[in-house]
């Protein structure tokens, strides 16, 4: 019987359809290609990542091993370090300089000037603008005097 048989692939999808299909993945491949700005992007990113490493080895700081990691973790803008560092960045900041218990035993301690001066750096590398009141947060703690080599 007729229609017992299976439908030939002509007769289930028009042809037009499949020349529509290709002529669209076709075109958002172009325009992805032409659109792609990652290239600029990352060197402009490693270019910032450089300076701030050059800005820890003169602040006598450690440096990062792979100057790569540091641009595709902060990018050109500082990612989130200089998003929020107004609220976020202090509240990261305050929870990371405390004796490390929770619940009620948790007390800040004195840190070593040094602490901050990495975020500091960072925010002056790539957010300049927000620097002078993450610098007024920074000298609101009490410092203990570490002898560091």
């Known amino acids: 019987m007729p229609h017992d048989q299976f439908p030939s692939p002509a007769h289930t999808h028009p ?3 499949y020349i529509l299909v ?13 659109a792609y700005r990652g290239h600029k992007d990352t060197k402009a990113a490693n270019s910032k990542a450089q ?6 080895e ?5 440096t990062y091993p792979d100057t790569d990691e540091v641009g595709r973790t902060l ?3 500082g990612g989130a370090v200089c998003d929020t560092p107004e609220t976020l960045g202090k509240s990261f900041v305050t929870l ?11 007390r800040p301690v004195r840190v070593a000037a040094q602490t901050l001066k990495g975020e500091l750096l960072i925010i002056k590398t ?5 620097l002078s009141e993450f ?3 920074a000298d609101n703690f009490n410092y203990a005097e570490v002898v560091r080599r």
């Open 75 to 77: 990018g050109t803008d």
């Open 15 to 17: 042809i037009w359809l």
């Open 58 to 62: 003169a602040a006598r700081l450690p």
């Open 22 to 34: 290709g002529a669209v993945v076709t075109g958002l491949a172009i325009w992805g290609v032409i």
């Open 51 to 56: 300076q701030l490493q050059d800005e820890f």
């Open 126 to 130: 790539y957010c300049p603008e927000k």
């Open 135 to 137: 610098q007024k947060f």
């Open 96 to 106: 990371q300089l405390s004796n490390g218990a929770g619940g009620p035993g948790q």
